[in-house]
């Protein structure tokens, strides 16, 4: 895998994963374009890290993405990196009426719905590229999944397969189709979220991207660090009892 010199983008790398990813590929001297919808948060890195590049733009609005492929064409040239990476998550009770249904469609539209309309749009400019990449950001819960993150869990697994369907695609137009199925890493994404740190051992962003880098340089195409092998192996080998380990405590507290 080329390692430098490349335009990279990432969706949603103004924090955590996504913004130690962006870190990473920095490191190793690329162009490197982050996104987000909060502004000030991507000013806030750019101050950090003068060389990166900032969009404000949401993933879930069309015409916003469209715009992002006009900026990215007309300043640099071309993309050869793109990472679907933003993603939210929620703790829901399905059993509850009382759900926020609008935030769960929500949950959907940025997690799924969006890594389909953004390679989408950057498509031509991939096409174009002699190295194309596309790195999926997914994650373990995408082997078995956690209940009190059921429509995550839903989407992550959906990201997963649609991956598994569009590598042999993409792969006659020369672009390279790379997985990242996370552990547990402690970012914003758990922020008003109790985990249980003593038995989910949390990572660090700056760990994970040193994991992603060793793979992601060798070629590897589904990248699956920490406890991700193991449920990995477990949903294979033993389903229903490691589904049963995960979800001792199925509904989330005042959901
Ligand atoms: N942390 C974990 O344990 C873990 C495990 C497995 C997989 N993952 C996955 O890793 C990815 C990154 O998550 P993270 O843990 O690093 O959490 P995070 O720090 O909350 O990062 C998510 C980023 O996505 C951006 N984002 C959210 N909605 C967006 C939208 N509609 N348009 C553009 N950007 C949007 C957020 O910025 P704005 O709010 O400013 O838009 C934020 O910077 C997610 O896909 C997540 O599912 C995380």
Do not use: C
Not at 31 to 40: A, D, E, H, P
Not at 145 to 166: D, E, N
Not at 222 to 247: C, D, H, V, W, Y
């Amino acid at each position: 895998m080329i390692q430098s010199n490349q335009i990279v983008l990432i969706t949603g790398g103004g924090s955590g994963i996504g913004l130690a990813l962006a870190q990473k590929f920095l490191e190793n001297n690329n162009t490197v374009i982050i996104t987000g919808r909060n502004l000030s948060k991507l000013e806030k890195v750019k101050n950090e890290n003068p060389k990166i590049h900032i969009y404000q733009s949401d993933v879930t609005d069309d015409p916003e993405v469209r715009m992002l492929v006009d900026n990215i064409l007309q300043k640099f040239g071309g993309l050869d990196v793109l990472i679907n990476n933003a993603g939210i998550m929620n703790l829901v009770d399905a059993g509850n009426q009382e759900n926020d249904l609008q935030k769960q469609m929500q949950e959907i539209e940025i997690n799924y719905n969006s890594p389909i309309r953004v390679l989408h749009y950057f498509l031509p400019l991939l096409k174009k590229s002699k190295n194309a990449v596309l790195v999926n950001v997914s994650s373990g819960l995408a082997y078995v999944p956690f209940a009190q993150a059921p429509v995550y869990s839903g989407t992550k697994s959906a990201l997963h397969f649609w991956t598994l369907g569009i590598r042999p695609q993409l792969k006659p137009h020369g672009i390279k189709v790379v997985e990242l199925l996370p552990p547990v890493v402690r970012t914003d994404i758990f922020n008003g979220i109790e985990v249980n740190e003593a038995d989910l051992k949390p990572i660090l962003p700056a760990k994970l991207a040193d994991l992603f880098w060793k793979d992601y340089i060798k070629g590897k195409e589904e990248i699956t660090p920490g406890i991700s092998k193991k449920l990995k192996l477990m949903s294979r080998l033993a389903p229903r009892f490691i589904f049963k380990q995960l979800n001792k405590k199925p509904i989330p507290n005042n959901k």
